[in-house]
């Protein structure tokens, strides 16, 4: 959990959370969640029906990521909201570097929290992910 | 509407923290206490829903997917064919934690539908989109997630 007089608005955390996305880590996302959208794995249905050049990751797999993050930052269990837009499609040999920006800290209803914003980029700078969250502080 | 109920096991927690890479130690540990589960994890509940649409049915000859042809979907020979329910992508989730999700709850979901509006893009040509709002309740009745989803259908397929 942040700590109230270890954190201030502007702090960055920031974590590499895939380097040269595998089909495979693909695959596990769509056996793990129970997303078996042909779009995921079967490169035959998404080139020839879907009209893409291949398979890409489901945003859930990115947001998984990218969650991820945020939990090593804020810890388990101190999420009040988390919520992303997906801005461009991940695809398989994407790296994403995925960064959270403390924008407020506040009291409510009793509690501390810290207000925070997300953007997950892929290794040619463009933005895969933007997002804001809201975490208990301690 | 479908009836979900998912129990929160130890083994699906591992399984979903090792697909999103994932090394919290607490997630592969033996014990269960103290486990909560990632923040998307709840989205894994599809895999409770009898009639989830994204995975094949067991016995079901109209997969989507591609088996000899390209789609196992039986095009009615006009239109978009079998390409219609792909054509669907995640636009937006949203996710607000009332109470930790931990190992040994049993969830059920109640889905409701949200808005719908229509946007104009150079990527992707006509977008609709459709929001879906789902309330995840614990076996005692208690709120623990309300998630919010945005599913958008692309009149073709997104420019890269």
Same mark, same amino acid.
């Not at chain 2, 090394?23 to 206490?33: G, L, R, T, V």
């Not at chain 2, 989205?43 to 079901?60: E, T």
């Not at chain 2, 978009?80 to 709850?105: C, F, I, N, R, T």
């Given at each position: 959990?942040? $700590?109230?007089?270890?954190?201030? %608005? !502007? =702090?960055?955390?920031?974590? /590499?959370?895939?380097?040269?996305?595998?089909?495979?880590?693909?695959?596990?996302?769509?056996?793990?969640?129970?997303?078996?959208?042909?779009?995921?794995?079967?490169?035959?249905?998404?080139?020839?029906?879907?009209?893409?050049?291949?398979?890409?990751?489901?945003?859930?797999?990115?947001?998984?990521?990218?969650? $991820?993050?945020?939990?090593?930052? %804020? !810890? =388990?269990?101190?999420?009040? /909201?988390?919520?992303?837009?997906?801005?461009?499609?991940?695809?398989?040999?994407?790296?994403?570097?995925?960064?959270?920006?403390?924008?407020?800290?506040?009291?409510?209803?009793?509690?501390?929290?810290?207000?925070?914003?997300?953007?997950?980029?892929?290794?040619?700078?463009?933005?895969?992910?933007?997002?804001?969250?809201?975490?208990?502080?301690? | 509407?479908?009836?979900?109920?998912?129990?929160?096991?130890?083994?699906?927690?591992?399984?979903?923290?090792?697909?999103?890479?994932?090394?919290?130690?607490?997630?592969?540990?033996?014990?269960?206490?103290?486990?909560?589960?990632?923040?998307?994890?709840?989205?894994?509940?599809?895999?409770?829903?009898?009639?989830?649409?994204?995975?094949?049915?067991?016995?079901?000859?109209?997969?989507?997917?591609?088996?000899?042809?390209?789609?196992?979907?039986?095009?009615?020979?006009?239109?978009?064919?079998?390409?219609?329910?792909?054509?669907?992508?995640?636009?937006?989730?949203?996710?607000?934690?009332?109470?930790?999700?931990?190992?040994?709850?049993?969830?059920?979901?109640?889905?409701?539908?949200?808005?719908?509006?229509?946007?104009?893009?150079?990527?992707?040509?006509?977008?609709?989109?459709?929001?879906?709002?789902?309330?995840?309740?614990?076996?005692?009745?208690?709120?623990?997630?309300?998630?919010?989803?945005?599913?958008?259908?692309?009149?073709?397929?997104?420019?890269?």
């Amino acid at each position: 959990m942040l $700590k109230k007089n270890e954190i201030k %608005v !502007g =702090d960055t955390y920031s974590e /590499k959370i895939v380097e040269d996305l595998k089909r495979t880590q693909i695959v596990q996302y769509a056996g793990a969640s129970g997303d078996y959208n042909p779009l995921h794995s079967d490169d035959k249905f998404t080139k020839e029906i879907a009209g893409y050049p291949g398979v890409f990751a489901h945003g859930m797999l990115s947001m998984g990521m990218t969650g $991820k993050m945020l939990t090593n930052f %804020v !810890g =388990d269990g101190t999420l009040k /909201k988390f919520g992303v837009r997906f801005t461009n499609q991940v695809w398989p040999g994407d790296s994403l570097e995925s960064t959270a920006t403390i924008i407020d800290i506040k009291e409510e209803d009793g509690e501390t929290l810290a207000e925070i914003v997300i953007e997950t980029k892929n290794q040619d700078g463009a933005t895969v992910i933007t997002g804001s969250a809201i975490a208990k502080v301690g | 509407m479908s009836k979900i109920k998912m129990p929160v096991e130890k083994s699906h927690i591992m399984m979903f923290a090792r697909s999103i890479g994932d090394a919290n130690p607490k997630y592969y540990e033996e014990k269960d206490e103290d486990v909560i589960a990632p923040p998307t994890f709840i989205q894994s509940s599809a895999q409770y829903d009898p009639d989830y649409f994204l995975r094949p049915k067991i016995g079901g000859d109209n997969w989507f997917g591609s088996g000899k042809e390209a789609t196992g979907m039986k095009s009615s020979g006009s239109g978009s064919g079998g390409g219609g329910a792909a054509m669907g992508l995640h636009a937006e989730q949203h996710y607000e934690y009332h109470q930790p999700l931990k190992v040994g709850d049993v969830i059920s979901a109640e889905v409701k539908p949200g808005k719908t509006w229509e946007k104009e893009s150079k990527r992707a040509g006509k977008l609709k989109f459709s929001e879906s709002v789902t309330e995840y309740r614990n076996q005692e009745g208690e709120l623990i997630i309300t998630a919010t989803s945005v599913g958008v259908v692309t009149e073709k397929p997104v420019e890269n």
